[in-house]
């Protein structure tokens, strides 16, 4: 019963999902009529059911898309709007959605005035702006998507204007005339027109000479963003190699020896390979207190749960200890910290392999990995490390402080005499701490 619950659960509609769906719907309205409006008006096109069901559907979807909008309009604004202040922009964009909603193409078949109805490819443009910012993994393909989108249209009104001034030619069928004048716009707006379709008036000329300026702009458009969507198509690696270059002139600047200009490398390298170069402190610092919490809980949560210690304890002290946790990065050969020092932490293994060292500094006493928690004996028992700990390979690690060690467990005794215990337990069998 749970399982069937849970099924029905992940297959319902989320209002977010509706917006999504009703958007693409409009959106498809939109193209359908910005496509076939033009094409009606120069081209003797014959009733056809695809066409007559196309436009009622068309109209239909404006409408009801037209009534949600003004649902959404406080009932005070539409009583009283001089005394109810709403944006400018709100009204204008009721009254562009009332204006396409009227079937103009059918009440006024023959004149322009149903291609204002295309006035709707405005909220198309709001919808595709709203998508780049929900898809910021994939903003420059849609960037290219979009603009690939509007340069079509726009290619296909310029071709009807085209055949609005030249005329249908007797030599060819519809579909024809309309393709010798996509191709006359498409050589045009690309600056390399053959000279085999050309103007043969004046109108005609100004025309084609508006049409070859919009082309100059739309090619320098072009190249600058395909320029620009090619530098910023992988920033993170963008920025890696930046700071990478810097850190390569600061070496050679300063006669930085060559053995730690390598491990400097391998540590940045190994940071681009599991983080792709970001700070992850930084990154969920920047966030709020909430979320930095629910970020921090996602993060960390694995971690903390793999680790004997902690299993079962409140959810209360997962999140506490989660948002007090700070990775750290030791790499093959570096000491965690060695024998004699005071201890200030206590680390949380994530990845990696560790080995714990005699404090003769050559005894192997015992190796650490995924999952493992070490250096709690010092801070329980206020005396310094017992024993050193080395990095065997690259090791994530996760941090927590003496201060916050200290205040968190003060609110969970029961924690603190787990770990108490088993600290009393490795100390009897004269156990590095670990």
């Not at 309205?29 to 695809?50: E, H």
Request: one cysteine or more; hydrophobic letters at 45%.
């Amino acid at each position: 019963m749970k399982r069937g619950a849970t099924h029905a659960r992940s297959l319902s509609l989320r209002p977010e999902m509706l917006q999504r769906g009703w958007e693409a719907a409009i959106t498809a309205a939109a193209t359908f009529a910005g496509i076939i409006l033009p094409l009606q008006l120069v081209l003797d096109l014959p009733n056809s059911a695809l066409f007559l069901y196309g436009n009622l559907a068309v109209t239909v979807i404006f409408f009801v898309d037209a009534y949600l909008q003004w649902r959404q309009t406080p009932a005070a604004a539409l009583a009283a709007p001089e005394r109810t202040w709403l944006p400018l922009s709100h009204w204008g964009w009721l009254s562009l959605d009332a204006v396409a909603a009227l079937p103009l193409n059918m009440l006024l078949a023959g004149t322009p005035y149903p291609l204002l109805r295309l006035l709707k490819l405005a909220r198309v443009a709001q919808y595709m702006r709203r998508w780049r910012q929900r898809q910021l993994h994939h903003t420059n393909v849609l960037r290219l998507v979009f603009f690939a989108f509007w340069l079509a249209l726009a290619a296909h009104w310029i071709a009807c204007g085209w055949l609005a001034l030249r005329g249908l030619s007797a030599e060819f069928d519809l579909p024809t005339n309309y393709v010798r004048a996509l191709y006359w716009c498409v050589t045009t707006l690309a600056t390399v027109g053959y000279g085999d379709i050309t103007a043969a008036n004046n109108p005609q000329m100004l025309y084609a000479m508006g049409v070859m300026i919009i082309g100059a702009g739309v090619y320098g458009y072009i190249i600058a963003n395909v320029a620009s969507i090619l530098a910023n198509l992988n920033p993170a690696r963008v920025r890696y190699l930046e700071n990478m270059e810097r850190l390569t002139a600061f070496m050679s600047y300063r006669n930085v020896p060559t053995h730690l200009q390598k491990r400097i490398r391998d540590y940045y390298g190994y940071l681009w390979d599991k983080r792709l170069g970001y700070d992850e402190s930084t990154v969920v610092s920047a966030l709020p207190l909430n979320l930095r919490t629910e970020v921090s809980l996602f993060l960390n949560r694995d971690i903390i749960e793999r680790v004997p210690l902690f299993r079962g304890a409140s959810e209360d002290f997962i999140r506490e200890i989660a948002l007090q946790l700070r990775p750290v990065v030791f790499m093959p050969g570096d000491y965690v910290f060695r024998a004699g020092e005071p201890g200030m932490d206590m680390y949380f293994i994530s990845r990696g392999r560790l080995e714990v060292i005699a404090k003769d500094g050559k005894s192997i006493l015992g190796s650490l990995s995924d999952g493992d928690f070490f250096g709690e004996i010092a801070l329980l028992q206020r005396q310094p490390r017992s024993a050193s700990v080395r990095a065997a390979s690259f090791c994530d690690l996760y941090r927590l402080d003496k201060d916050t060690f200290d205040r968190v467990l003060a609110s969970y005794p029961a924690i603190v005499e787990k770990i108490a215990s088993q600290a009393r337990e490795r100390t009897e069998k004269n156990a590095p701490e670990h």
